[in-house]
Structures are given as structure tokens and as C-alpha cells.
Nanobody, 126 residues
Framework: QAQLVESGGGLVQPGGSLRLSCAASEFTLRYYTLGWFRQAPGKEREGVSCRNWKDGSTYYTDSVKGRFTFFRDNVENKVYLQMNSLKPEDTAVYYC???????????????????WGQGTQVTVSS
């Protein structure tokens, strides 16, 4: 059964860094559009970033631009979200998701995504 598994979450102080990873089983990530979402306590899940590996287009929500980077490792069939200069407001459960989409662009709307990981907790606190 195709699935995604996130890892790399944890507790970090403000200003610190974490790298989240998302591994796929039973399907090859480079053929899919990938996204990262997060859900903070008491809030709706929001799209953080997405990337279409066919045309290279990448989206970051304004609050993470310049701090987060979404990249992949073809050999390991994984994608990563490098998170730098973390802030307390980045605290959330982070989810990796995928869909088999178009050749151009990507979306951070949940309705497009057919595959989801179980989430990994990121806590930014001193």
C-alpha cells in the first residue's frame, strides 16, 4: 500500500533549525507533486509549501519564505523540508502529502492531495 512517512520533528529553540523528511513506499516521488502542510493547536491545517518536480515550480507561504526550503533526494526517494530561523508560531504538526498532478505548477489546497503522511510534531519554544 502506498504511503508517506514523515520524520525529523522535535523540540527546538527559537532561531534554531530542523529538517523534516518524507519517505515514500510503493511509489516514486519524482513523478508526483509534493506538499507540506501544518496544523497548529486550535487552527485549521494550512499549506506551507509545494513543489512540482516536472517543471521545478515551488511555492512557499509568505510566513516561511526565506526560512524554509523544500528539496528532494532521488536516490533515497525522499523529500525534505529544511526549516531555519524557526519561530514559536511555526509550532505545529507537519504533514507531507502528494498527488499525481499536472506538468506545471503546484497547489497547496488539500483537495488535490490523495496521499498523506501521519504527521510529525514540531515545537519551537525556549
Amino acid at each position: 500500500q502506498a504511503q508517506l512517512v514523515e520524520s525529523g520533528g522535535g523540540l527546538v529553540q527559537p532561531g534554531g533549525s530542523l529538517r523534516l523528511s518524507c519517505a515514500a513506499s510503493e511509489f516514486t516521488l519524482r513523478y508526483y507533486t509534493l506538499g507540506w502542510f501544518r496544523q497548529a493547536p486550535g487552527k485549521e491545517r494550512e499549506g506551507v509549501s509545494c513543489r512540482n518536480w516536472k517543471d521545478g515550480s515551488t511555492y512557499y507561504t509568505d510566513s516561511v519564505k526565506g526560512r524554509f526550503t523544500f528539496f528532494r533526494d532521488n536516490v533515497e526517494n525522499k523529500v525534505y523540508l529544511q526549516m531555519n530561523s524557526l519561530k514559536p508560531e511555526d509550532t505545529a504538526v507537519y504533514y507531507c502529502a502528494a498527488y499525481l498532478g499536472s506538468d506545471y505548477g503546484c497547489y497547496v489546497e488539500e483537495r488535490y492531495y490523495g496521499y498523506w503522511g501521519q504527521g510529525t510534531q514540531v515545537t519551537v519554544s525556549s
